[in-house]
């Protein structure tokens, strides 16, 4: 099978995530500039560059010049937190996902529990292993959706999921998005040392 995007009469979404899987999920905490906490998953999330440390979540827009309440929030006040999802988190990360009014908190909706953050606005997710606090490095219009992305101020990360001093792999069973309903842990690894 050959699809070519431009005589294609289907939306390639589905072609698309359903090949490049798993995506890493970006938990993305804001707060709107009247205050209410909001948190969304987007599986259009990555890392971008370590130097400057900045990573990128991408929300599809409500329409024409109407963005999602996170993309809305960062733009409005140039800050958000991702929150690593991992396995038990799962469950709420999804919960999140629940279109709810803008003046209405996914913390608040799902019982979630939340902790200040130290530099920026938003709230991290209390149980949270991994957090990034971030301030807005830049917005790109992609299309249909905008990419947000944010410099890395501030990282907590609980000492359980480290080994000497470092993120251990082994010890974070992080959760990756598919297609449709399904997900993937990492809880199956395998090392493959890499040539000189």
């Not at 908190?105 to 953050?117: I, K, N, P, Q």
């Not at 292993?129 to 807005?136: H, Q, Y």
């Not at 101020?153 to 792999?169: A, I, Q, R, Y």
Request: overall charge negative.
């Amino acid at each position: 099978m050959q699809i070519d995007p431009e005589t294609y009469d289907r939306s390639l979404y589905r072609t698309m995530t359903g090949a490049v899987v798993p995506r890493p999920i970006g938990w993305i905490s804001t707060t709107s500039e009247g205050g209410v906490d909001n948190l969304a998953p987007y599986s259009y999330f990555n890392v971008v560059s370590v130097d400057p440390p900045v990573v990128m979540f991408s929300p599809a827009d409500k329409g024409p010049d109407e963005l999602k309440d996170s993309a809305r929030n960062v733009v409005d006040t140039g800050e958000f937190v991702h929150n690593v999802v991992t396995r038990p988190l799962a469950e709420s990360m999804n919960e999140t996902s629940a279109t709810l009014p803008s003046e209405e908190s996914e913390f608040d909706h799902t019982g979630l529990e939340r902790v200040e953050s130290e530099t920026v606005t938003p709230p991290r997710v209390a149980a949270a292993d991994i957090a990034f606090e971030c301030e807005l490095y830049d917005v790109v219009d992609v299309g249909v959706g905008t990419m947000i992305l944010g410099e890395i101020v501030l990282v907590h990360v609980d000492d359980d999921v480290t080994t000497d001093g470092k993120v251990d792999v082994r010890k974070i069973d992080a959760v990756g998005r598919l297609a449709g309903n399904y997900y993937a842990s990492t809880d199956d690894r395998f090392r493959i040392e890499r040539p000189d």
